[in-house]
Every structure is written in structure tokens, then in C-alpha cells.
């Protein structure tokens, strides 16, 4: 089983479009900006060797692409779940749709450590 050695969180949005996989994909965006994930290299694996979890929170589940979320990832093997949380912020101008905003969290794990 692989051992989970790094856990980072992050949070996005969608101002005006109501787009929860844009706002998913900038809250992976967010947390990866907070850390450079060197954990293969310094255990001695390949990058591609990471098993990456990725929690996503969102008002609308279904509405996300969790393929588009994985693919932000360059390398490893990614996993998307995707909950009911965040929050939709109403905004009193236009249109009325809300600001879309997501609360991820990333896991990184290798085997064998």
C-alpha cells in the first residue's frame, strides 16, 4: 500500500461563469503553487511513480469534469473524487448566478517507502 507522505490543500473559484471544473482546476492549481512536489526524487522514485488524490468540495458535484481535474497533473496516477461542499457566494449584480468556489485537497503517496 503506498504511504502517504504529503498533504496539501488549496481553494478556487468561478467568478462569473458558475464553472465548478474551472473553479476544481484552480483549486489544484492553489495547492500545488504552495508546494514543490519533489517526493519522488528524494525518495529515490520517479515522478511518475506518485499515487495523487485529489479531494474536491464543490455546491454541484456532478457539474465537475474530474478528467479535466486530473489532467492538470503532468505526471503520476491521479484519482478525482468530487463532494458536495464549498460554497456558491450569490452576488446581487447581473445575472444572478453565484461565485463558484472549491475546496480541494491533494494527497501524494509512493509505494514502497
Same mark, same amino acid.
Given at each position: 500500500? /503506498?504511504? %502517504?507522505?504529503?498533504?496539501? #490543500?488549496?481553494?478556487?473559484?468561478? @467568478? %462569473? %461563469?458558475q464553472d465548478y471544473t474551472q473553479a476544481a482546476c484552480r483549486g489544484v492549481e492553489n495547492a500545488l503553487w504552495h508546494n514543490s512536489i519533489n517526493l519522488?526524487?528524494? #525518495?529515490g522514485k520517479e515522478?511518475?511513480?506518485m499515487h495523487i488524490t485529489v479531494d474536491v468540495g464543490v455546491q454541484q458535484p456532478e457539474r465537475v469534469d474530474v478528467?479535466? +481535474? &486530473?489532467?492538470? #497533473? /503532468?505526471?503520476?496516477?491521479? !484519482? +478525482?473524487? +468530487?463532494t458536495k461542499g464549498g460554497l456558491d457566494v450569490p452576488r446581487p449584480d447581473g445575472d444572478g448566478l453565484p461565485t463558484v468556489m472549491a475546496n480541494v485537497a491533494i !494527497? +501524494? &503517496? @509512493?509505494?514502497g517507502i
Open positions: 500500500m /503506498p504511504k %502517504r507522505l504529503l498533504t496539501e #490543500f488549496g481553494m478556487g473559484t468561478s @467568478l %462569473r %461563469r519522488a526524487e528524494l #525518495f515522478k511518475a511513480d478528467a479535466k +481535474v &486530473a489532467a492538470v #497533473f /503532468p505526471y503520476g496516477t491521479v !484519482s +478525482v473524487t +468530487v !494527497s +501524494v &503517496a @509512493l509505494e
